[in-house]
């Protein structure tokens, strides 16, 4: 198993996609960065404008850590849909070229070859996560400074500094966890469909009707509360004056449980199909 | 209505009887007056029902005649109203005074003054002030302004004989946030009762204030 993870390791490194994939997100960060930099300043007028009458501020809220909440608003769409094509990648690429076949006929175990796929995929995943979260602090800092983060969330929440990196740096773990849920879905749907082009289409699909239904009302309070896209913003509860420290645990402790839920049946799936 | 009633009796009585300025607030304003400049360090406690906010530290520079300076290293939101410990804008232009009479406050008698200015520069329309006659200091503040509304002062000292106050409370009105839909959170649910009944909301900030150093 060790030597099939750091094959596909090797196979990542290796392949020029990769290194599309992380220049990539650097350019989704840096293009964020740009509007949020004027974003933030409008933000700050509109959250303030109404608070201008009865006080006067001093210190400025256009810091690093009001850049990076925006940068996290804004980044939960487009990396997923990246991540899903580098990680779809590493199972169809290997049925486009036929060394899959050519793997299989050794003493491969299956079940271990498309383990380590998913391991893989995982590991991609938080790679690029740490990535962006070591990138954009870096950027975001060393360009606006460090200052008091102001977010809306029902009531208007002021954190401090150090408490602001804390917190962007939980949302990122949380964020992590939705990531490898998307992550796991690609390798699971490359697995049925196997061509590379209609695996991205079904992954961007899966990523657009998630995203619609994320602000649905199901009418059911177990549905509202449980069903994945529900789960997929829960590092917005970094951002409450309290954190719910219990719901952030349940939320991704059951979207973890549904990326198990989907690696199984990714696994039993080509198990049983017929590599030839 | 209530107000402006109130300020026009006061104004007739005042006419009628060509009053005096209170003798005792005038004791209190020349132990206010020989405080030409000071700094402190300040605590402040926001509590605003909208508005989520730590414990601020900031260093405050007066210097009679000039605008309060506030300074920080954090982000701070201090009330346009109510930092006026020396009671420099009150005490500005030309008023007249109106003795209430006395009342108990916290186990201690105080005497009551409303004061009015009467130029119209004057930005404070009229002021009820609670004096503590035996240390010559005022205790609390009910100050109605022309445009910024109304906020009260309750003041605290730590021995008898400080001229200015180590811990503040002061009471005023905030307009609650108008926040377009588009820059509300994902999870943010729109309660339009809720909102309305928010129209208007009591903020309060605890301001403690330590390290001063009084320059007369």
């Known amino acids: 198993?060790?030597?099939?993870?750091?094959?596909?390791?090797?196979?990542?490194?290796?392949?020029?996609?990769?290194?599309?994939?992380?220049?990539?997100?650097?350019?989704?960060?840096?293009?964020?960065?740009?509007?949020?930099?004027?974003?933030?300043?409008?933000?700050?007028?509109?959250?303030?404008?109404?608070?201008?009458?009865?006080?006067?501020?001093?210190?400025?809220?256009?810091?690093?850590?009001?850049?990076?909440?925006?940068?996290?608003?804004?980044?939960?769409?487009?990396?997923?849909?990246?991540?899903?094509?580098?990680?779809?990648?590493?199972?169809?690429?290997?049925?486009?070229?036929?060394?899959?076949?050519?793997?299989?006929?050794?003493?491969?175990?299956?079940?271990?070859?498309?383990?380590?796929?998913?391991?893989?995929?995982?590991?991609?995943?938080?790679?690029?996560?740490?990535?962006?979260?070591?990138?954009?602090?870096?950027?975001?800092?060393?360009?606006?400074?460090?200052?008091?983060?102001?977010?809306?969330?029902?009531?208007?929440?002021?954190?401090?500094?150090?408490?602001?990196?804390?917190?962007?740096?939980?949302?990122?773990?949380?964020?992590?966890?939705?990531?490898?849920?998307?992550?796991?879905?690609?390798?699971?749907?490359?697995?049925?469909?196997?061509?590379?082009?209609?695996?991205?289409?079904?992954?961007?699909?899966?990523?657009?009707?998630?995203?619609?239904?994320?602000?649905?009302?199901?009418?059911?309070?177990?549905?509202?509360?449980?069903?994945?896209?529900?789960?997929?913003?829960?590092?917005?509860?970094?951002?409450?004056?309290?954190?719910?420290?219990?719901?952030?645990?349940?939320?991704?402790?059951?979207?973890?449980?549904?990326?198990?839920?989907?690696?199984?049946?990714?696994?039993?799936?080509?198990?049983?199909?017929d590599i030839g | 209505m209530k107000k402006l009633l109130v300020m026009g009796l006061l104004l007739l009585s005042y006419a009628g009887r060509a009053q005096e300025v209170d003798a005792d607030l005038m004791k209190v304003k020349k132990r206010l007056d020989t405080v030409q400049q000071f700094t402190a360090t300040v605590v402040l406690d926001l509590d605003v029902p909208f508005i989520r906010m730590p414990t601020k530290t900031a260093q405050m520079h007066y210097e009679k005649g000039k605008q309060t300076r506030f300074s920080s290293e954090d982000f701070v939101m201090l009330p346009k109203r109510g930092l006026d410990f020396s009671f420099d804008e009150l005490f500005k232009y030309p008023f007249i005074t109106v003795d209430r009479g006395t009342e108990m406050r916290n186990g201690q008698s105080l005497k009551i003054v409303n004061v009015i200015p009467t130029d119209k520069r004057a930005e404070l329309a009229l002021a009820t002030l609670y004096l503590d006659v035996k240390n010559r200091r005022i205790m609390q503040s009910e100050i109605n302004t022309r445009k910024e509304g109304s906020y009260t002062l309750s003041m605290h000292y730590t021995k008898p004989n400080d001229i200015l106050p180590d811990y503040v409370e002061a009471t005023f009105a905030v307009e609650r946030l108008k926040i377009p839909f588009n820059f509300m959170g994902k999870d943010t649910k729109i309660d339009r009762q809720q909102m309305k009944a928010q129209d208007k909301k009591t903020g309060v900030i605890k301001i403690r204030i330590k390290e001063y150093r009084i320059y007369e």
């Open chain 1, 1 to 273: 198993m060790k030597t099939l993870v750091w094959a596909e390791v090797v196979k990542l490194a290796k392949q020029s996609k990769t290194y599309y994939a992380l220049g990539a997100v650097f350019l989704i960060e840096c293009l964020i960065f740009i509007t949020a930099y004027y974003q933030g300043s409008t933000i700050l007028d509109v959250l303030l404008d109404s608070l201008k009458q009865s006080f006067y501020f001093e210190g400025t809220l256009l810091n690093g850590n009001l850049i990076l909440y925006i940068v996290l608003n804004g980044l939960w769409f487009n990396v997923p849909l990246i991540i899903m094509i580098i990680t779809s990648g590493i199972l169809t690429d290997e049925y486009k070229d036929g060394t899959i076949q050519t793997t299989l006929l050794q003493a491969v175990n299956k079940g271990s070859f498309i383990g380590a796929k998913y391991i893989v995929a995982v590991g991609f995943t938080l790679f690029i996560i740490t990535f962006m979260l070591l990138s954009s602090s870096a950027l975001a800092y060393s360009i606006f400074g460090k200052g008091d983060l102001v977010v809306y969330l029902q009531t208007l929440n002021f954190f401090p500094a150090a408490d602001a990196f804390r917190r962007i740096c939980w949302a990122f773990a949380s964020g992590a966890v939705a990531m490898l849920f998307y992550s796991v879905v690609s390798v699971t749907l490359a697995v049925w469909i196997k061509e590379a082009a209609k695996t991205w289409i079904a992954a961007a699909l899966f990523l657009i009707i998630t995203n619609l239904l994320l602000k649905l009302d199901l009418g059911i309070t177990i549905a509202n509360h449980f069903f994945f896209p529900k789960l997929m913003d829960t590092w917005q509860a970094f951002f409450y004056n309290e954190i719910d420290w219990s719901s952030v645990w349940i939320n991704n402790a059951v979207l973890l449980g549904y990326g198990v839920l989907l690696t199984s049946i990714g696994v039993w799936a080509f198990r049983k199909q």
